[in-house]
């Protein structure tokens, strides 16, 4: 949600869509949150409307067969939810620690400044079963990555990575190496 320094505005992946078109118009720029030089891409008055959490959740969906949907926390979890309930399958939440009370498999992983660790609840995923990861946004890619590994560690398959904005400044993108990563809007 954040990128360094002076950015383009929000471009749409697939120009012929209308309704993600006026999706994009409705994320906020904050300039200088949470520290000076950075302009904070806000996704959540596009959440708060109606038609365009619709365009995002269809479009989050679309192209890719999967048997159940990731959301990584937290935002992953809203959007994850919807796309689960618009495709008819169910979602699992990807929890950062001392969320679960069973914990079926973990994966650290390196952000830009530290570590942090994902979880998969027990008794969710089924090896084989195809997964589709939905993220709010893709930055540096650690977060994304781990995803993925911690789906593959569970012996499922990912279907595909989705995020609804791509910071491609911070080239996260190319850290998810051998995965199917979509992004609705980039900037």
Do not use: H, W
């Not at 080239?171 to 900037?187: F, H, N, S, W, Y």
């Amino acid at each position: 949600m954040a990128s360094l320094g002076e950015t383009p505005s929000v471009q749409v992946t697939d120009a012929s869509d209308d309704a993600l078109r006026r999706a994009a118009a409705l994320i906020r720029e904050i300039p200088d949150f949470p520290e000076p030089g950075v302009l904070f891409r806000d996704i959540s008055p596009l959440l708060a409307d109606r038609d365009g959490l619709n365009a995002v959740v269809s479009a989050l969906g679309r192209d890719s067969e999967f048997d159940v949907v990731a959301g990584v926390e937290a935002r992953g979890f809203l959007v994850g939810a919807a796309v689960a309930q618009a495709f008819g399958t169910g979602v699992i939440g990807l929890r950062k620690p001392g969320k679960l009370p069973v914990v079926a498999d973990r994966i650290e992983y390196t952000l830009e400044y530290g570590r942090a660790t994902l979880e998969l609840p027990a008794d969710t995923l089924r090896p084989g079963q195809r997964v589709l990861i939905v993220d709010d946004v893709l930055a540096t890619g650690g977060t994304l990555g781990a995803a993925c590994r911690l789906v593959r560690q569970a012996g499922a398959e990912v279907a595909a990575a989705a995020v609804v904005l791509e910071l491609t400044a911070l080239e996260g993108r190319d850290k998810i190496m051998g995965e199917t990563v979509r992004a609705l809007l980039r900037v």
